[in-house]
């Protein structure tokens, strides 16, 4: 006749204590602080180079204009209406800058050397951005 011992309990654990999960919690917080200390302020200068790519384009739009009608329009809004000798140039939501401020123009393109007008925008923080150098 065989004796069998008593069948003991398994010390493995079934599952993690409180402490465990407050750690990893605190880690996966602190790792998330971190990235948003690095990404945020990327989300500025995407903003910034919408801007600089919506003031080129209405800066085309603007060329297109000055081939049909030799001069260029006193109002921006004028691109984007149909005229006697052509446009829409430019839908008119293209107007505004990413900040819901419709773009400035500057006839005589200081910033381009003159040979196009300048199209600009200042960003929240006042920084002029417009379709000029890099």
Known sequence: MTLRKPLQHSS???GF???EMLIVVAII???AGIGVVYVIPQFGKAKDGIAKTGAVNVSTALQMYY???SQYPTDLSALSVKGDHGGPY???DALLDPWGKQYQIDVNGPN???AKPDVYTT???GRVI???GK
């Open 90 to 92: 430019i839908p008119q």
């Open 130 to 132: 417009g379709n000029w």
């Open 123 to 125: 960003n929240p923080e």
């Open 17 to 19: 204590t409180l402490m």
């Open 67 to 69: 081939k049909d009608y």
């Open 12 to 14: 493995r654990r079934r």
């Open 112 to 114: 381009n050397n003159g």
């Open 29 to 31: 917080v602190a790792l």
